[in-house]
């Protein structure tokens, strides 16, 4: 799984951003085989006024067979910001993915075709 870190200005990026955010990732979401790539964007909406919730991230994660699952959180600080959005993530692929392979595992349900042979004879009488 590839993993892209962005930040925009007001983020100081080093190799702890991107290792933290890496690991982060993949711990939580590491076990599903049809995420090929995760865009991870990270800034500070309202770096000057260090108003709570100014810290954003979002993650958009590009699934093979499945459109981009993408979420955003905005928290305190940028760590926080990072972990809630990894949570979302998670959660979202848990969901979609949940989903597509409920559909491939469930089997259809039998016909009885001699109930619909019996039900056909006595509605013509």
Known sequence: ???NINTDNTIDRHQGLDERVRSSVEAAIGRFEQVRRVDVHVSNENSQKHEDGSNYC???ARVSGYAPVVV???AENLQLSITAAVGKL???LDSALGRLNDKKL???APVDIDAMA???LTSGE
């Open 106 to 108: 469930r089997e259809p």
């Open 58 to 60: 979002m993650m958009e």
């Open 72 to 74: 955003h959180a905005h």
């Open 118 to 120: 019996d039900k056909n």
């Open 90 to 92: 998670q959660r979202a």
């Open 1 to 3: 799984m590839e993993i």
